[in-house]
């Protein structure tokens, strides 16, 4: 038997192993078996935003290198440019982890006159007035929400 033969077969096994493993979980995630919930969300309930960006930008890299070796048939080669934007977005998410865990109101929720002060002070450290009342919005949602969840 020709070894590149052997190569090709193991290959196609482990590309129909990989699809049924990922339509499996993508079943489960339908059914509501696997929570995705915390996949952006911080210790405390709120959402990450570096979380988000690594898991996006995260995707779109591996979407695109999937699409590139179906185009050519070959692994590409991938530029250091891509390999640092995803390092920097890795960063990020674990400064940002450092920084929550780092501060007790960053395991908790705080309540909602904190949220409002919190985010007024963030918006006018921006710059501009319109900063400062896009802060206190962003701040008063955040409130409404860590209040909302204080009374359940």
């Known amino acids: 038997?020709?070894?590149?033969?052997?190569?090709?077969?193991?290959?196609?096994?482990?590309?129909?192993?990989?699809?049924?493993?990922?339509?499996?979980?993508?079943?489960m995630i339908w059914r509501d078996e696997?929570?995705?919930t915390s996949l952006v969300c911080e210790t405390n309930g709120?959402?990450?935003?570096?979380?988000?960006?690594?898991?996006?930008?995260?995707f779109v890299i591996a979407i695109s290198l999937f699409y590139l070796v179906?185009?050519?048939?070959?692994?590409?080669?991938?530029?250091?440019?891509?390999?640092?934007?995803?390092?920097?977005?890795?960063?990020?998410?674990?400064?940002?982890?450092g920084i929550s865990y780092s501060r007790d109101e960053g395991v908790t929720k705080p309540?909602?006159?904190?949220?409002?002060a919190a985010g007024a002070m963030a918006g006018a450290a921006a710059g501009a007035p319109a900063g400062a009342m896009a802060g206190a919005?962003?701040?008063?949602?955040?409130?409404?929400?860590a209040g909302r969840d204080q009374g359940k």
């Open 137 to 145: 919005v962003t701040g008063a949602v955040a409130g409404g929400v």
């Open 111 to 116: 309540d909602p006159e904190t949220a409002v």
């Open 70 to 97: 179906l185009k050519n048939n070959y692994f590409p080669w991938v530029s250091d440019g891509v390999l640092t934007l995803l390092g920097i977005s890795a960063s990020t998410y674990a400064v940002g982890k």
């Open 1 to 27: 038997m020709n070894s590149s033969l052997i190569v090709v077969v193991c290959e196609y096994i482990l590309c129909i192993f990989l699809g049924l493993l990922a339509a499996k979980l993508l079943v």
């Open 46 to 58: 709120d959402a990450s935003m570096s979380r988000l960006q690594l898991l996006i930008f995260t």
């Open 34 to 36: 696997i929570n995705l």
